[in-house]
């Protein structure tokens, strides 16, 4: 059963443009979820989070939308740059008073390639 | 520069033989996680030390074990890697604090390729 879910297995646009990446999730437990960056030969590096009583967070370049009732995420890009062309992957987690067998730990999407062209 | 390090970064094993992937932290962390991603699918935890205290996710198969003798250092170890095991296993590491903004820090993976 896969809890967070990423359909498109990749996008491109060209540079300059926005890039919006999709994720879906099950679990309505989940209270934060964050995306990762990932390049060729590196590991998924932390690039933003949003809380789930959040709809909106903003970081520069890169915007988080979550829609609790839909129980779906976005990231937004804008402007891509050529440098971004990487492996972007959703990941959501529970948090809680220690770290244990519920708490603490990501699920992650399959993750979604994106391409900026120059 | 603090960082996650694993060794090696490409593993080649034949079939039903034992293989140790390694992973180092200067970050101090209390939590490594050993992950295991296969072409185009997302990383699956495959178990995690508190400390010393050793946590297993339900469907972790047997042929999978871990040590972490020290703060620093973790190891994974496949018992009798089968061709299904062939993929990239990623270490990271985290503070512990169970909260969003404990950001997991990631190795750059080890590539295992099963003969």
């Known amino acids: 059963d896969q809890q967070v879910k990423q359909n498109s297995p990749s996008l491109s646009v060209q540079e300059g443009r926005i890039s919006i990446l999709n994720c879906d999730y099950t679990?309505?437990?989940?209270?934060?979820f964050l995306w990762y960056k990932k390049y060729p030969a590196e590991g998924p590096t932390f690039l933003i989070s949003?809380?789930?009583?959040?709809d909106k967070n903003e970081d520069g370049r890169f915007t988080v939308f979550l829609n609790k009732s839909a129980k779906h995420l976005s990231l937004h890009i804008v402007p891509s740059q050529p440098g971004d062309s990487a492996v972007y992957f959703c990941?959501?987690?529970?948090?809680?008073?220690?770290?244990?067998?519920?708490?603490?730990?990501?699920?992650f999407g399959q993750g979604t390639i994106l391409t900026v062209h120059p | 520069d603090a960082m996650v390090i694993q060794n090696p970064r490409y593993q080649v094993t034949q079939f039903g033989k034992p293989v140790t992937l390694s992973c180092s932290q200067t970050?101090?962390?209390?939590?490594m996680y050993w992950y295991q991603q296969k072409s185009s699918q997302a990383p699956k935890l495959l178990f995690h030390?508190?400390?010393?205290?050793?946590?297993n996710e339900a469907d972790t198969p047997d042929n999978f074990q871990s040590r972490r003798p020290n703060t620093s250092f973790c190891f994974l170890d496949i018992r009798s890697p089968g061709l299904g095991d062939a993929a990239m296993y990623l270490c990271?590491?985290?503070?512990?604090?169970?909260?969003?903004?404990?950001?997991?820090?990631f190795g750059p993976g080890t590539r295992l390729t099963v003969t």
């Open positions: 030390y508190y400390d010393k205290d050793f946590n």
């Open positions: 990271a590491t985290s503070r512990g604090f169970a909260r969003g903004d404990d950001e997991q820090y």
């Open positions: 970050l101090n962390h209390n939590v």
């Open positions: 679990n309505s437990m989940f209270d934060y």
């Open positions: 990941a959501a987690i529970r948090v809680g008073v220690r770290f244990g067998t519920s708490y603490g730990k990501l699920t």
């Open positions: 949003i809380s789930s009583i959040k």
